[in-house]
Nanobody, 124 residues
Framework: QAQLVESGGGLVQAGGSLRLSCAASRRTFSNYNMGWFRQAPGKEREFAASISWSGAHTYYADSVKGRFTISRDNAKNTVSLQMNRLKPEDTAVYYC?????????????????WGQGTQVTVSS
């Protein structure tokens, strides 16, 4: 069973940047499509970005397109989310997730493994 551990969250002012990282314990990490989701208080978990197992394809929610960049390093079993020009509405707990069969999926139900989440707070 894969373990995913997120890091890099914190408090930042609007317009600032943060880089989230997710480390995977599974040796077959490179076989998994990876995604980042976020959940704000009182709201459902929503898709932010995903990347195919090879890194060749990336997908973004409209709300983050042009500001966030997802990337992966299969040699290091890591996936990252670079977040620029952050807005207060980006405040949420951010989760890393792995999907064995679905590339580009925006549905949490199609992801097999989840991290514990990391808090991102953007002040205005």
């Amino acid at each position: 069973q894969a373990q995913l551990v997120e890091s890099g969250g914190g408090l930042v002012q609007a317009g600032g940047s943060l880089r989230l990282s997710c480390a995977a314990s599974r040796r077959t990490f490179s076989n998994y499509n990876m995604g980042w989701f976020r959940q704000a208080p009182g709201k459902e978990r929503e898709f932010a970005a995903s990347i195919s197992w090879s890194g060749a394809h990336t997908y973004y929610a409209d709300s983050v397109k042009g500001r966030f960049t997802i990337s992966r390093d299969n040699a290091k079993n890591t996936v990252s989310l670079q977040m620029n020009r952050l807005k207060p509405e980006d405040t949420a707990v951010y989760y890393c997730a792995a999907s064995r069969y679905y590339s580009g999926s925006t549905s949490p139900d199609e992801y097999d493994y989840w991290g514990q989440g990391t808090q991102v707070t953007v002040s205005s």
